[in-house]
């Protein structure tokens, strides 16, 4: 269904109500019997594993893992977002008990190959491979959601967060493991990325959500490889002001075309998937609300596929994103023009080399700034110019 911008408001403010009963639900689920019969279950979690390849591309056949027999709440995960293989890797994922800091004598069966390093979540683990058989110590660190499969880095600035998805087309998977690679939708969103990031800053959008505790903005991309069955299809981007106890905050989805614009936005709730999506009509804004339901910035999908980003309050200001003027038929993957009231317009283009782990991102063609990456783990490991050092939400 789609919604004008008065229903959106409407939606949204409902959801607040909403919000404020399921506040009464969770205190009321607290009580003494609830504890007791949650602690009749000992507490698990899902940890992921992949076995990086000697010789990339080589082909595991029938690999396995095996639990330790004496590990009774240890269970191999089977399913295609479990367990499988790709010219670089080959991944499994245990359930296991939260209550041992590490599960000693897992055993690997590779499949044949040869294999040079062993990731848990983003950290490399010592192991052993003697023939066919791989064996380590498993650390059990506990979380919402294992990172062992996901290849996004995190730039932190102040109130800003952009993540980049790096898009690996011999690590493609679910919905894009087969058909047309969305080259042009992925680079259209890297630069998207970074062209909002020079709106939000000259709008001051950033240093106001920081600086009154009300989050940190996040830009973000799609995923092409599939981490723990997260389809990110179709390929889109957000702009997400996401709460200091992310649940309730906005996600947009900004859905991307194959000739690099932009058609269409979803709007889900973090952490309450039981409230419906919103789908906006191109054209209409859409509010960014911080947790005290106040309006922070606006949002709009124009109809020929471009992006307003407007800032709310007494300093109303906006900046319109375009394609770069070099632009035929791939929009924003050929750059981002970012237009700001009384400023000089700003360029905006990325190159991301996969093989080698850089990012390079050019700002009215100055020198690139360089953000240097493990291609392993896409794990952060230089960025020039440096990130700031400043201090978190939680302890702000």
Same mark, same amino acid.
Request: no cysteine; hydrophobic share 40%.
């Given at each position: 269904m789609i919604f004008s911008q008065k229903q959106i408001r409407r939606r949204f403010a409902e959801r607040f109500v909403f919000l404020a009963g399921m506040s009464l639900a969770i205190c009321a689920a607290c009580c003494p019997q609830a504890a007791s019969a949650q602690s009749a279950a000992p507490a698990t979690t899902v940890v992921g594993i992949k076995?990086?390849?000697?010789? @990339?591309?080589?082909?595991?056949?029938?690999? #396995? /893992?095996?639990? &330790?027999?004496?590990c009774s709440q240890c269970a191999v995960l089977h399913g295609s977002f479990y367990e499988g293989q790709n010219p670089w890797e080959v991944f499994f994922y245990l359930r296991v008990p #939260?209550? *041992?800091?590490? /599960? &000693?004598?897992? @055993?690997?069966?590779?499949?044949?190959?040869? /294999? @040079?390093?062993?990731?848990?979540?983003?950290?490399s683990i010592p192991f052993s491979q003697n023939g066919n058989s791989v064996e380590f110590e498993l650390p059990v660190d506990p979380r919402e959601r294992s990172s062992t499969l996901e290849l996004q880095t995190n730039l932190e600035w102040p109130g800003l967060t952009v993540r980049i998805e790096h898009a690996y087309k011999d690590r493609r998977a679910g919905p894009y493991a087969r058909g047309p690679w969305p080259a042009t939708e992925r680079q259209a969103a890297l630069n998207l990325e970074f062209g909002l990031r020079a709106a939000i800053r000259f709008l001051g959008l950033d240093q106001e959500v920081y600086s009154q505790g009300l989050g940190t903005i996040h830009l973000m991309g799609f995923d092409t490889n599939y981490p723990l069955g997260h389809e990110d299809s179709p390929p889109h981007i957000h702009i997400i002001l996401r709460w200091p106890h992310f649940a309730g905050s906005q996600a947009p989805h900004l859905y991307l075309t194959s000739a690099g614009l932009l058609r269409g936005d979803v709007v889900t709730v973090d952490g309450l998937p039981n409230i419906g999506k919103t789908t906006v009509a191109d054209g209409t804004a859409f509010p960014a609300e911080d947790y005290l339901g106040q309006e922070v910035y606006q949002t709009t999908v124009e109809r020929n596929g471009t992006l307003l980003i407007e800032r709310s309050g007494t300093k109303q200001t906006a900046c319109r994103l375009y394609p770069a003027e070099s632009a035929a038929k791939i929009g924003f993957a050929a750059g981002v023009t970012v237009q700001c009231d009384g400023a000089t317009d700003v360029h905006v283009h990325t190159l991301d080399n996969t093989e080698l782990g850089v990012l390079q991102v050019w700002?009215?063609?100055?020198?690139? *700034?360089?953000?240097?990456?493990?291609?392993?783990?896409?794990?952060? /490991?230089?960025?020039? &110019?440096?990130? &700031?050092?400043?201090?978190? *939400?939680s302890e702000k």
């Open positions: 076995l990086m390849k000697s010789q @990339r591309g080589a082909l595991a056949v029938h690999a #396995t /893992i095996e639990a &330790p027999a004496d #939260t209550s *041992e800091k590490s /599960i &000693p004598g897992i @055993r690997v069966n590779p499949g044949g190959i040869a /294999i @040079r390093a062993v990731f848990v979540e983003k950290n700002v009215n063609s100055d020198a690139p *700034e360089v953000y240097r990456y493990s291609p392993d783990t896409a794990v952060l /490991i230089s960025a020039n &110019p440096a990130l &700031p050092t400043f201090a978190p *939400e």
